[in-house]
């Protein structure tokens, strides 16, 4: 079953991100028990593909340097398997759609619940169409994680009420990235969510510094960080494991301070 609530079980919980296969398989598993050990709740794992229409340049540099380097689905399944011999930390997929409909469903959800995946999340995949996706998917207990994006309090409260797993708040309209500014109401888009459910509802894109990660979760139940990891990864290659156990401490314990 998901073990996702537990990233949330013992206050706010920080949620890290990177690319599965950049720099290579192996330090992808290293990184993500480096990423653990230093804190982090869950771990978002990326599953590489060609038009990744939600990310900003960051991530789809990691996505091209992993495509190049030889990663396919089922390399980011043996990546989850290295892990899950160490680990049972939460991990859900982000992917896009076309790699899952094109593994099949059936075969896709199935080897993410033998492996322990625990969810997904699609970016391009609409609120109205996810019925076919979802079946499979909760049919094998795996929670697929809905988007909210700064849209109309009526759409927010669609989505909140049948949401699986934990909320992905979107913090600003666009792609994925670095940002010095995260202007977006945070505050009133939870409100709205909690109107419909006690779900919980972390925050992601843009957010690189502890102090906007404090922000963030003292809004919500949780901080996202994804581009600012991949680019440590872009800049330390194989050797990225320290720079990375250092950020996510930072940034875990700015989580922390929001919940005190």
């Not at 480096?34 to 038009?51: H, K, M, Q, R, T």
């Not at 899950?84 to 080897?111: A, C, D, M, W």
Request: charged fraction near 25%; hydrophobic fraction near 45%; include cysteine.
């Amino acid at each position: 079953m998901s073990k996702i609530k537990n990233a949330f079980s013992d206050g706010k919980a920080f949620i890290a991100f990177l690319t599965a296969g950049d720099p290579s398989l192996e330090k992808t598993v290293d990184y993500i028990l480096a990423i653990e050990e230093a804190g982090a709740d869950l771990v978002e794992i990326g599953i590489p593909f060609s038009d990744p229409t939600a990310e900003g340049i960051v991530i789809q540099d990691a996505n091209i340097r992993a495509l190049k380097e030889g990663m396919t689905v089922d390399g980011v399944f043996e990546i989850v398997s290295r892990v899950r011999e160490k680990s049972q930390i939460p991990l859900v997929f982000l992917t896009y759609l076309n790699p899952v409909f094109h593994y099949g469903y059936e075969n896709f959800f199935l080897k993410c619940e033998n492996l322990g995946v625990d969810g997904i999340i699609i970016p391009d995949l609409p609120y109205e169409e996810k019925e076919e996706m979802s079946v499979a998917a909760e049919s094998h207990h795996v929670d697929v994680i809905s988007m909210i994006a700064p849209t109309s309090r009526q759409r927010i409260q669609m989505i909140a009420e049948e949401a699986k797993g934990f909320l992905y708040v979107v913090s600003s309209m666009g792609v994925t990235g670095v940002r010095s500014n995260i202007e977006t109401d945070i505050t009133s888009m939870i409100a709205s969510i909690r109107e419909v459910t006690d779900i919980p509802a972390a925050v992601g894109f843009g957010i690189s510094t502890p102090e906007q990660a404090e922000r963030m979760a003292a809004a919500s139940d949780g901080a996202i960080v994804g581009s600012a990891i991949v680019k440590l990864i872009e800049k330390y290659g194989d050797r990225a494991e320290e720079p990375i156990a250092e950020y996510v401490k930072s940034m875990k314990e700015a989580v922390k301070r929001a919940g005190n």
